[in-house]
C-alpha cells in the first residue's frame, strides 16, 4: 500500500519496494481550475500549466545536471522527462520524470524534484495536484504527496531521493517558493519559443507571450539541511 506522505517524512525505497528496485518515476498530476458558471452551468475550465523538474546534486550538494521542460533528458540519460503538459487535461500523471537509479553516475548523491506553476495560479487553487513516487516495475505506487493543499505559493522543492549505501531514501520536503516574473517576452511569431536568462525559459501560447519563468534551477532553491557538507564549508 503505498505511503500518504507528510513533510519531512522519510522513507526507505529498499524497505517500501524491495531491494530490486531499479527504476522509479516521479508523476505529477493536476486539472484545470473549474470556473464557476451561473447556477452551476457553463462556467468552462482554465487551463493550468505545472512544471515537474528534477535538480540532480554531488555530495558537497553543487548541482550537476537538471532535467526540464527544456531539457528533457540528463546529459547521461539516466533522468528522463516525459514531455510539458500545459493543460492538466486527462486522467493520471500529466508530466513525469523517470530515474534509472542503477545508470545515475556515481557523483550524483542526491536528486530533489520541483515543481512550478507557468501559469501563476498558486496550489490552494489548483484542483487535485498531487506527487508520487513509482515503481516502474509492475508500476506499483510507492508514496504519494497532495499539493492542492500546500498553501498560496506558487511553485515547491517535493522531495529528494538520496544515496544512503546501497539504498536510497525519500524525502518529502513541501518547502514553498514564489515563482518569479521577468520583463522579458518571447516572439509572438512562434507557438512556442524558450529564452534563455540565467537557466529560465519562456514559453509563447496562440502568439500571446506569457512573461512568467520556471522555478530557478540552482543549488540555492534547495534548503541547506538537505546538504550538511555545503553548510559546513560555508560556515565561518
Request: proline share 6%.
Amino acid at each position: 500500500m503505498p505511503i500518504s506522505l507528510q513533510k519531512g517524512q522519510q522513507i526507505s525505497l529498499a524497505k517500501e519496494a524491495g531491494p530490486s528496485l531499479q527504476t522509479v518515476r516521479m508523476g505529477l498530476g493536476w486539472d484545470a481550475i473549474k470556473k464557476k458558471g451561473f447556477l452551476g452551468f457553463g462556467g468552462g475550465s482554465v487551463d493550468v500549466d505545472l512544471d515537474a523538474n528534477a535538480l540532480m546534486f554531488d555530495a558537497s550538494g553543487q548541482l550537476v545536471d537538471a532535467v526540464w521542460f527544456r531539457q528533457l533528458q540528463s546529459k547521461d540519460g539516466s533522468v528522463r522527462h516525459s514531455g510539458d503538459n500545459r493543460t492538466g487535461a486527462g486522467d493520471g500523471d500529466d508530466e513525469t520524470i523517470t530515474v534509472d537509479l542503477t545508470r545515475l553516475p556515481a557523483s550524483v548523491q542526491t536528486v530533489v524534484f520541483s515543481v512550478n506553476n507557468y501559469t501563476g495560479q498558486n496550489f490552494s487553487q489548483v484542483d487535485n495536484a498531487y506527487c508520487r513516487l513509482v515503481n516502474t516495475q509492475g508500476d506499483q505506487e510507492i508514496a504519494r504527496f497532495n499539493l492542492s493543499v500546500q498553501g498560496d505559493h506558487t511553485a515547491m522543492i517535493l522531495a529528494s531521493l538520496k544515496r544512503s549505501g546501497n539504498d536510497w531514501t525519500m524525502t518529502a520536503i513541501g518547502t514553498p517558493r514564489a515563482g518569479a516574473r521577468t520583463p522579458t517576452t518571447c516572439p509572438t511569431s512562434a507557438p512556442t519559443c524558450k529564452t534563455d536568462s540565467g537557466g529560465m525559459g519562456c514559453k509563447a501560447r496562440s502568439g500571446r507571450a506569457n512573461p512568467y519563468r520556471p522555478f530557478p534551477l540552482t543549488q540555492r532553491t534547495v534548503p541547506s539541511w538537505l546538504f550538511p557538507s555545503r553548510k559546513a564549508a560555508t560556515s565561518p
